[in-house]
C-alpha cells in the first residue's frame, strides 16, 4: 500500500516542512505554513523493483528542427510581448491584478483565433459560461465560435480536449480554481496548484495545444500560489496598471521563446482593450504643459522608443524624516539621484518631502532615466518651469558624472517625430549620432551642469 505523505506546505514559495513552525525559514514569511497532502507516497520496494528503466535514443544538438512554429494572436501588441505569436505546445502564465482585464485580454485574443479558424477552448473556473457570454457581446465578439465550458476538473477538462481535432489555443481562467484527483489538498493550495498545472501543461507538450494560465497575484505583487509553476511555464506576461487609469502594461517578465524587456500597450475601453501602436502620443496625451515639476524622459521599452512624463513634486517636510514616495521607477535610484544632487550639486534636499510618479501608470526600468529625474526634481524644487519642447536621457554616476545610454539615435528620432525641438544628453552620447538629429542637443557632461542651466 503507498502511504500517502501530510505535510505543512508554505503558501508562498511552496517549501514542505515535516512540523509546523510559524516562519518559513525558505522565503522569510510568517504564517504562511498549511497542513497538505503533498501526494507524495512511499513505495514498497517490492513495487519499486519491477519498474525498470528503459533506454531511450539520445540526438545530435546539430539535428534539423523546424522554426518554432508560431500562431499569431491577431493582436499585435501581444504578439510583441509572446514574441511573435504563440509557439505549439507552448504554455503561457498571465499574472496580473483582479480587475486589470486579463479575462476581457483573453476572451479577444480566443475570439480572434476562433474567427480566423482556429479551435480556442476558453475554460473558466471562476465565471458561469453566462458571464463569459455577457462579457464578450459588450466586447462584440458574441459571433466568434470559441469553445466555452465553466469548469474545475483538471481531469475532464484533459478528457474533453483530447476529443477531436487538437486545439490551437487553450485558457485556463484561472489556475488556481483547478483541482485534480490525484492529490488531496483543497483548490487554491500550492500543491493542488502545482499539479493540476503539471497535468495541464503535460496535455499541452503532448497534445501540441498552445496553453495559457491565468494566474491571481498577491498583495506584493508575485503570482500567487508556488513559484514552480512559474519555472514550469514557458513564459511568464504580467499584466499592469493602475486600476484609476485605462493604460494597462503587458510585460514579459521570463519568455523561453523570445525577449523579455518589450512591453504591450492596450486602453482599457468601454468595448474592451484597444491596442495602443505609439505609446508616446498616449503617455503625452495628457501631459500638464508649464508646471514646474515635469520632465519629458526618451525611455527604450524592448525595441520601441517611449516618450513619458516624469512628474516630481518636492515640498517643505513637517516630519523629521521627510517622506518619499515613488510610483513607476525604483525608490533606491531615486535615493541615489537626490544623493547626488545633494552631495555634488549643493541642492538641499534632506527638509523636503519627495513625491515621484511616472505618468501612465508605465513602469521604467532604465537607468537612462536619471538625468530626466533630476531635471524634474530640481525644476520642482526651484520652482522653474522646464522648456515644455525638451526631452531628457542619460545615467547619472554616483560622482555626478552624465554617462551615455543605449540606442541615442532611436530616442532622438522619436522625439523629434512627435514635435519636440530639443534634448538634454550626456555629452559623450555626441559620438552615437550620424548626421542630422532633427533637434537641437543640448549636451551635459555632469549634473552639475543640468542644475545650474534650470535654476
Ligand atoms: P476582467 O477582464 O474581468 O479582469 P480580470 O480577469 O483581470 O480580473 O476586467 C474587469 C474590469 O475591466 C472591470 O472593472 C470592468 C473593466 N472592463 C471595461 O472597462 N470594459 C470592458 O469592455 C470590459 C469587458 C471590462
Ligand atoms: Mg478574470
Known amino acids: 500500500m503507498a502511504k500517502s505523505a501530510l505535510s505543512f506546505v508554505c503558501q508562498n514559495c511552496g517549501a514542505a516542512y515535516n512540523r509546523w513552525q510559524g516562519k518559513c525559514e525558505s522565503c522569510g514569511e510568517w504564517n504562511t505554513l498549511a497542513e497538505e497532502d503533498t501526494g507524495a507516497t512511499t513505495m514498497p520496494a517490492s513495487i519499486r523493483s519491477r519498474r525498470k528503466g528503459r533506454p531511450f535514443a539520445l540526438e545530435t544538438l546539430t539535428g534539423k528542427t523546424q522554426d518554432a512554429p508560431r500562431l499569431s494572436s491577431g493582436m499585435t501588441e501581444l504578439d510583441r510581448v509572446t514574441g511573435g ?19 476581457t485580454l483573453l476572451t479577444q485574443a480566443t475570439s480572434l483565433l476562433a474567427r480566423a479558424g482556429h479551435r480556442a477552448v476558453y475554460i473558466s473556473g471562476e465565471e458561469a459560461v453566462a458571464q463569459v457570454r455577457l462579457r464578450a457581446e459588450r466586447l462584440g465578439l458574441a459571433d466568434a465560435p470559441v469553445q466555452l465550458a465553466a469548469q474545475t476538473s483538471v481531469e475532464d477538462i484533459v478528457a474533453t480536449l483530447s476529443e477531436g481535432t487538437v486545439p490551437r489555443l487553450v485558457v485556463i481562467d484561472s489556475i488556481q480554481t483547478m483541482w485534480t484527483d490525484t492529490v488531496e489538498s483543497a483548490p487554491g493550495t500550492v500543491t493542488q496548484v502545482r499539479a493540476s498545472a503539471q497535468a495541464l501543461i503535460r496535455f499541452a507538450k503532448k497534445s501540441g495545444a498552445a496553453l495559457i494560465l491565468v494566474g491571481h497575484v498577491t498583495k506584493d505583487g508575485q503570482i500567487a500560489g508556488p513559484r514552480v509553476v512559474e519555472h514550469m511555464v514557458d513564459a511568464v506576461l504580467s499584466f499592469e496598471g493602475e486600476g484609476s487609469q485605462q493604460f494597462r502594461i503587458l510585460r514579459a517578465v521570463k519568455n523561453r521563446f523570445g525577449p523579455t524587456d ?30 514646474p515639476g515635469t520632465a519629458v524622459f526618451a525611455g527604450i521599452e524592448g525595441t520601441r522608443p517611449v516618450l513619458v512624463e516624469l512628474q516630481a513634486l518636492v515640498a517643505p517636510t513637517a516630519l523629521g524624516t521627510p517622506r518619499r514616495a515613488v510610483v513607476g521607477w525604483d525608490s533606491n535610484r531615486l535615493s541615489m539621484v537626490l544623493a547626488v544632487l545633494e552631495a555634488h550639486c549643493g541642492v538641499k534636499l534632506s527638509g523636503y518631502d519627495v513625491y515621484f510618479n511616472v505618468a501612465g501608470g508605465l513602469r521604467i526600468n532604465e537607468p537612462a532615466a536619471d538625468l530626466a529625474a533630476a531635471a524634474a526634481l530640481v525644476s520642482s524644487l526651484t520652482n522653474a518651469q522646464l522648456p515644455t519642447d525638451a526631452v531628457y536621457f542619460g545615467e547619472i ?22 514635435g519636440f525641438g530639443r534634448a538634454v544628453l550626456p555629452e559623450s552620447a555626441r559620438g552615437d549620432i550620424g548626421g542630422d538629429a532633427g533637434l537641437s542637443l543640448n549636451t551635459v557632461a555632469g549634473l552639475t551642469t543640468l542644475v545650474a542651466d534650470i535654476a
Open 397 to 418: 554616476s554616483l560622482s555626478g558624472a552624465v554617462r551615455p545610454v543605449a540606442q541615442t539615435s532611436a530616442r532622438l528620432k522619436e522625439a523629434a517625430k512627435l
Open 85 to 103: 505569436g504563440f509557439v505549439r505546445g507552448s504554455v503561457l502564465l498571465v499574472g496580473g491584478d483582479p480587475g486589470i482585464g486579463k479575462s
Open 262 to 291: 518589450e512591453i504591450g500597450v492596450f486602453e482599457m475601453t468601454g468595448l474592451g482593450l484597444r491596442e495602443v501602436s505609439n505609446p508616446s502620443e498616449l503617455f503625452l496625451s495628457e501631459r500638464d504643459l508649464g508646471s
